[in-house]
């Protein structure tokens, strides 16, 4: 995935900076980047590897050697950012968070209009914010050339480009991520989290919308180019990636996920489990919201070992990723043995994980497992987000069964649709290889309730294979 943040500020910013990149890390575990810019010194840029070293620590020597008046930071689990740029259009920094599919047709574009050359990493893979840039400076200004680079991109785009004269900040063309804007005496900042800022003093101001430009300086945050009138932003980012103390479009995730996990108790009735729990960390707001409505006792027989272990999906091997999913998930066998569970995750999609986990409940004395999905059945790999590993829609246990049943695709709609026969057949068969008691997954309808905004404005693509 990936997020980023950025400040601009009368005084030197680069501790607010630090502090509001670091809290974006859990969108990605690959590299981290910072850019001042200061009136003296000029645009300076520290980027670290940070997929074994905590943010905060790669970055500790850096945040005493920078100073400056705006900066932009980024975490970023693809491209090295952010990157510097000097164009026509004058010197700049830029940093982006989103997916570009039309790669190629965009590089021959570029070409064609006159680009000499792009920097090419091992495997012949171009940095997508080089290209994105590439885009802007297609233009005779840096608003036109954000603008024109969002309507060119299949995929998705939000950014932040600083110049001399301020930040920009854009989101994506359809809004399905986040940028929100914060402000402070004599400062403005911007971020992916709403929460990134609140400790530095900063307080809401607002989401942008889809597609919209600003510039901010130290006293101002001015639109400069109109929003697009259609929003599509990702309802995965409250079931799963999103931070629980963040808000978008008003709604908070532990909020959302406290709603999901009450209306699946509510479709769930007479289930015999002595507790509800949720599948670290992105499942616990969910079980905490079907344990109350359920009246089951909400317990912990998984705890998360957080000190060390990055995030499980971050590691770009399954079998490592599975390693450590099971080195940090500690068991707490008095919660287990002899124990009828309930298990609340916000996903199924390979099913790998929650094999070997549900694997080693029963050898820890489980007698019964059950687990119920926050999000319906993951039948389409994301094409706008760069937040899922997998290669191949086949790596999806849903689509798995779907080829076995009937070889190909041919009743792929009627597997989206909660209420039919080979939905629920395709169920209790990944039920059945996944050795669970029982499963449920949460129904579109009831996602799009518990978020609560219009459902025409939430991308449920990796579910229906609808935009």
């Known amino acids: ?56 620590t790669k970055f500790e020597q850096d945040i005493n050697e920078m100073h400056g008046t705006m900066g932009i930071g980024c975490i970023s689990d693809t491209d090295p950012q952010p990157i510097m740029i000097r164009s026509h259009l004058g010197s700049y920094a830029l940093t982006t968070v989103g997916r570009i599919n039309n790669i190629e047709e965009l590089v021959a574009e570029v070409f064609k209009n006159g680009g000499s050359h792009f920097t090419e990493a091992s495997g012949s893979v171009i940095n997508n914010t080089e290209l994105v840039a590439a885009l802007i400076n297609q233009c005779d200004s840096i608003p036109e050339g954000i603008r024109y680079a969002q309507k060119r991109i299949d995929g998705s785009l939000s950014l932040l480009l600083m110049s001399p004269g301020g930040i920009y900040a854009a989101r994506d063309w359809v809004g399905r991520t986040p940028i929100i804007i914060g402000k402070k005496d004599g400062a403005y900042c911007a971020g992916f989290e709403s929460f990134s800022y609140l400790n530095l003093g900063y307080h809401y101001v607002r989401d942008l919308e889809p597609g919209e430009i600003v510039l901010m300086t130290p006293d101002s945050c001015e639109q400069v180019m109109e929003p697009n009138n259609r929003m599509k932003i990702c309802a995965f980012l409250w079931i799963y990636y999103g931070y629980t103390t963040s808000c978008y479009e008003g709604v908070n995730v532990e909020v959302m996920r406290n709603r999901c996990g009450a209306l699946l108790a509510k479709r769930d009735k007479g289930i015999d489990a002595d507790y509800v729990a949720g599948i670290p960390d992105s499942g616990i707001g969910h079980a905490i919201g079907y344990a109350n409505e359920s009246g089951i006792c909400y317990a912990r027989p998984f705890i998360k070992y957080t000190p060390t272990w990055p995030r499980s999906f971050m590691p770009r091997h399954q079998t490592k990723r599975n390693l450590i999913a099971r080195m940090k998930l500690i068991p707490v066998e008095q919660l287990i043995h002899d124990k009828k569970l309930l298990f609340l995750d916000d996903s199924i999609v390979r099913g790998t994980q929650m094999r070997e986990t549900v694997s080693f409940l029963y050898q820890s004395g489980a007698t019964a497992v059950h687990i119920r999905s926050a999000s319906p059945p993951s039948m389409f790999g994301c094409k706008y987000l760069n937040f899922s590993r997998s290669k191949s829609e086949m790596d999806l246990i849903a689509r798995q069964v779907i080829r076995d049943f009937d070889g190909d695709d041919r009743y792929l709609e009627e597997y989206c649709t909660d209420n039919t026969e080979r939905y629920h057949a395709m169920v209790d068969e990944i039920a059945k290889r996944l050795n669970f008691t029982s499963l449920k997954y949460h129904l579109l309808a009831d996602v799009q309730e518990a978020v609560g905004i219009d459902p025409d404005r939430l991308c449920t693509y990796c579910w229906t294979g609808k935009e």
């Not at 980023?4 to 910013?13: M, P, T």
């Not at 607010?16 to 000029?42: I, W």
């Open 1 to 56: 995935m990936g997020g980023l943040f950025g400040v601009i500020s009368r005084e030197d910013c680069v501790a607010d900076l630090y502090f509001g990149t670091d809290y974006h890390t859990h969108l990605g575990a690959r590299r981290g980047g910072m850019s001042v810019y200061d009136e003296q010194k000029g645009f300076q840029r520290a980027i670290h590897n940070i997929e074994n070293t905590p943010f905060r």
